[in-house]
C-alpha cells in the first residue's frame, strides 16, 4: 500500500491510501483538526501530525499479517516506524536527514565526489526494532528508512550518463529497488484522472473536491472491472478507460422508466418496439432491462395488462425494477422471456 499527500490550488489537501493499481482504499480531508486527542483512538501515539495521518488511514489495514506500507518523505519518522512494527506492520519510505538522531549519513559535499549509485548504510535497534537507515546517490541523494528490506543484495539499474551520451548500468540497493516497484500508486491514479476527468468548472472548492471524489470512484469502478476480467481469464483490450466511462455514463442515464421518444423506435427489438398506450407507463431501456440486478416480482395494487409482446392477460405481478406489470402464473412466465 502506498499513501501520499495530494495539495490542490483549489484549497483543500487530499490525503490518500491506495494498493495496487492505483486503487484508492481510503482518503481523509484535511480540515486542521484532525489532531486533536477526541480523535485519537485509545492506544495511539501523538507522532506529530504528519505520523498521525498515517495512524489514522492504516486503522483499517489487518494487524500482525506482514502488511507493507510505503510512504514518503512527508511521513517517515523513527517513531512511526516503531509504531507500525509493533502492531505488525512493515515499512519503508523515503526520509529527511534530519529526522534521524545523530545521522551518520555523509553531507552533500562530500557525496559529489563519489560516483553515480553510491549507497552506505546503517543499522540500528530503536525500541527493540530492528531498522535500516541507507542513503542512495543517484539524480540526486536520497535517504530510506525501513524495517524489512536493507541495502543488500545490490542489482544493477539502466541510467543516462549525460556527460558520455549513453546509457550506463549503475548499481542499486534493495531499498530502492523495492521502494521504486511498489511506489507510484497515487501517481498512477492521478494520471488515470488526468486523461478523462470531469471537465465542470466551479469557484466553489467543495464542488471541486465532490467532482475529484466521483473521478476517484469511477477509477475503481475501471481497476475492479479490469481485474475481474483477469481473475475469470477473459480480457477486453478494447475496454479503455474513455470506453468504460462513455458506457458508465449511458447506463445511469437509462437506468429507470423514461419518457417515450417520439417517432419510430430505432431498434428491431419486439419489447422495445411495443407500444404503450396509457400514459402512466414506460418500457425502461433494453441496457436496464437486460441487467441481471434487482428484478424482484412484487404485487401491484392495480391490475392493468401485461407489457410483454403478443400477451394480452391481466396481471397485478410487477417488476419492482422496471415498473411494469408482467404476467406470471404457472402456465405462463412473462416476468422471465421479458427480462431475458
Not at 466511462?245 to 419489447?271: M, N, Q, V
Request: proline share 5%; charged share 30%; hydrophobic share 30%.
Amino acid at each position: 500500500m502506498h499513501m501520499k499527500d495530494k495539495p490542490h490550488k483549489w484549497g483543500y489537501k487530499l490525503y490518500l491510501l491506495c494498493g495496487d493499481m492505483g486503487f484508492a482504499h481510503k482518503f481523509e480531508i484535511y480540515s486542521g483538526q484532525e489532531n486533536y486527542p477526541k480523535f485519537r483512538r485509545d492506544g495511539e501515539p501523538d507522532i506529530g501530525a504528519s505520523g498521525n495521518i498515517v495512524i489514522r488511514l492504516s486503522r483499517e489495514i489487518p494487524r500482525n499479517q506482514n502488511y507493507k506500507l510505503y510512504f514518503d518523505r512527508y511521513y517517515s519518522s523513527l517513531n512511526l516506524s516503531v509504531y507500525l512494527f509493533q502492531q505488525g506492520i512493515q515499512c519503508v519510505g523515503t526520509i529527511q536527514r534530519n529526522r534521524i538522531p545523530s545521522c551518520k549519513f555523509r553531507n552533500d559535499q562530500e557525496l559529489k565526489k563519489e560516483p553515480r549509485g553510491f549507497s552506505e548504510e546503517f543499522s540500528t535497534n530503536f525500541e527493540s526494532v530492528d531498522i535500516s537507515t541507507g542513503l542512495y546517490k543517484d539524480n540526486s541523494n536520497v535517504a530510506f528508512l525501513s524495517t524489512f528490506v536493507g541495502e543488500m543484495p545490490k542489482s544493477e539499474v539502466r541510467r543516462f550518463d549525460r556527460k558520455k551520451k549513453q546509457h550506463i548500468m549503475v548499481p542499486c540497493p534493495a531499498v530502492v529497488s523495492v521502494y521504486n516497484s511498489h511506489m507510484g500508486n497515487v501517481d498512477l491514479l492521478d494520471s488515470n484522472i488526468g486523461r478523462h476527468h470531469i471537465k465542470v468548472r466551479s469557484k466553489r472548492w467543495y464542488m471541486r473536491l465532490f467532482f475529484h471524489l466521483v473521478d476517484t470512484i469511477v477509477i475503481n469502478a475501471w481497476i475492479l472491472y479490469r481485474r475481474m476480467l483477469k481473475e475469470t481469464d477473459r480480457t477486453d483490450p478494447s475496454m479503455t478507460q474513455k470506453m468504460f466511462r462513455t458506457i458508465l455514463a449511458e447506463t445511469l442515464c437509462r437506468f429507470g422508466p423514461e419518457l417515450k421518444e417520439r417517432g419510430r423506435p430505432s431498434t428491431s427489438d419486439p419489447i422495445e418496439t411495443k407500444r404503450i398506450k396509457h400514459k402512466g407507463y414506460s418500457l425502461p431501456r433494453k441496457d436496464v432491462r437486460l441487467d441481471p440486478f434487482n428484478h424482484w416480482p412484487i404485487w401491484n395494487a392495480k391490475r392493468t395488462t401485461c407489457k410483454h409482446p403478443n400477451c394480452k392477460g391481466y396481471t397485478y405481478v410487477m417488476c419492482e425494477k422496471c415498473k411494469v406489470n408482467l404476467y406470471l402464473n404457472k402456465d405462463k412466465n412473462c416476468f422471465r422471456s421479458f427480462h431475458n
